[in-house]
T-cell receptor
Framework: GNSVTQMEGPVTLSEEAFLTINCTYT??????LFWYVQYPGEGLQLLLK?????DKGSNKGFEATYRKETTSFHLEKGSVQVSDSAVYFC??????????????FGTGTRLQVTL | DVKVTQSSRYLVKRTGEKVFLECVQD?????MFWYRQDPGLGLRLIYF???????EKGDIPEGYSVSREKKERFSLILESASTNQTSMYLC????????????FGNGTRLTVT
């Protein structure tokens, strides 16, 4: 079956540091890949997505590239801010289900940014 | 903006009680989902629905049932709550059969004592 593996957190960075959160996946076919973010006390929000190999998703300074050869979708940001402190989830969508857009999520990586 | 509203932010129930978690979305989405979120386990799909009165089991349906009588409302039912169902429950919705982003509610934190 499908699975998503994320690096364990928490990740603690100083403001303006470079961020990488690793994500690798196992899937049949050609899944779409997503990063969701969960701020304290809230539900998940879509951060970015990529639907085919070599696509780069980007939003709010974050970006991730769909690498089929390494089955990876690592999240990066050049300069993090305190307001980026949240839990980040990598997810994939099985396009072969033929029904709803089911997502398989990773376990989440907590990011803490300090001044 | 899409709004997914979960009826309760916090719930405390006793073992053996029947529990209803309600979710309403306002964007005419076809698909609706119930996930539970636990530390170290991420989000796990309990049930989903792609149309009124339709439902499909997710990865962990045991101990749960669902109801979708109207397009905008998707209810999760714990027939006899147990302590291992203490968790954060997240409802989500999305458009159609193609891959589309999920829109989540803010979650219901259920404690079963």
């Amino acid at each position: 079956g499908n699975s998503v593996t994320q690096m364990e957190g928490p990740v603690t960075l100083s403001e303006e540091a470079f961020l990488t959160i690793n994500c690798t996946y196992t899937a049949t076919g050609y899944p779409s890949l997503f990063w969701y973010v969960q701020y304290p006390g809230e539900g998940l929000q879509l951060l970015l997505k990529a639907t085919k190999a070599d696509d780069k998703g980007s939003n709010k300074g974050f970006e991730a590239t769909y690498r089929k050869e390494t089955t990876s979708f690592h999240l990066e940001k050049g300069s993090v801010q305190v307001s980026d402190s949240a839990v980040y989830f990598c997810a994939l969508s099985d396009q072969n289900t033929g029904t709803a857009s089911k997502l398989t999520f990773g376990t989440g990586t907590r990011l803490q940014v300090t001044l | 903006d899409v709004k997914v509203t979960q009826s309760s932010r916090y719930l405390v129930k006793r073992t053996g009680e029947k529990v209803f978690l309600e979710c309403v979305q306002d964007m005419d989405h076809e698909n609706m989902f119930w996930y539970r979120q636990d530390p170290g386990l991420g989000l796990r799909l309990i049930y989903f629905s792609y149309d009124v009165k339709m439902k499909e089991k997710g990865d962990i349906p045991e101990g749960y049932s669902v109801s979708r009588e109207k397009k905008e409302r998707f209810s999760l039912i714990l027939e006899s709550a147990s302590t291992n169902q203490t968790s954060m429950y997240l409802c989500a919705s999305s458009f159609g059969v193609l891959v589309s982003p999920l829109h989540f509610g803010n979650g219901t934190r259920l404690t079963v004592t």
